[in-house]
């Protein structure tokens, strides 16, 4: 069994990374998760390319992000994550990020499957994967509550999936949700107001060229949203995020 220890790296905020308030992009956010999370699997041995020789993937289920403050411009961050859970067909993946003092800033938790890639279908860890111990620590302690389907309908945003939008495994990125969800809020709700916390539940694949919706429900400080294929309304992703306002 191979003996694993939390993956750290550190990573400076550039200006092409930051939204207009200077603040780290929450799409950069989920892509540098993305990273540290290929990198330390790589160094596990489970990694995309392992993978790939078997005709495996990892796909991503979940995420839970709760953030206290996002990083700015000049600012140098540390991601710093490890697997802290292992189901049969799954993994739970955590990330803490730490500013320049050492001051936890961002905790997450993420949920994978493994799945055979050619018949799409999940598949058993251990009959898969060489074994390795796991860190029975938590950054977050969730259990990825079911989302509610938006009811009260505020807004439907339509969004056409662009060549950029798609990774190396012939689909959306997880990360453009996100970004999808907090583009249909109200305009001037969403200049004055920043995620807090954010619950992502994937669903299906979305492929280049399609049109998606995002349709959503406010609800005060809480947002609720439901990304689905216009061409055959299939749910792409569920999305719910708890907004704060941007201290001025």
Known sequence: MVMI???IRGYPIR????????????ITLLNIFQDA?????NEMGVGYDFCRSKGLAWVGSNYHIKISRLPKWHESIKIITWPCEERRLGAIRDFRVEDEQGNTIITAASQWILIDFGKKRPVSLREHLPEYQIISERALETSFD????PVQISTQVTFKVRYDDIDVNKHINNAVYPLWATEAVDDNFRLSHSPQEIEIAFKKE???GEVVETRTEMDG???LHSICA??????????????ANIES
Do not use: M
């Open 146 to 149: 079911k989302l509610p389907d």
């Open 206 to 208: 979305g492929h280049y």
């Open 5 to 7: 220890e939390k993956f």
């Open 230 to 243: 216009v061409s055959d309304g299939r749910e792409l992703a569920r999305i719910r995020i708890n907004w």
């Open 15 to 26: 200006s092409y990374e930051c939204d207009k308030n200077g603040q780290l992009r929450l």
């Open 221 to 223: 400080l809480t947002s």
């Open 37 to 41: 999370a290929d990198s330390h699997a």
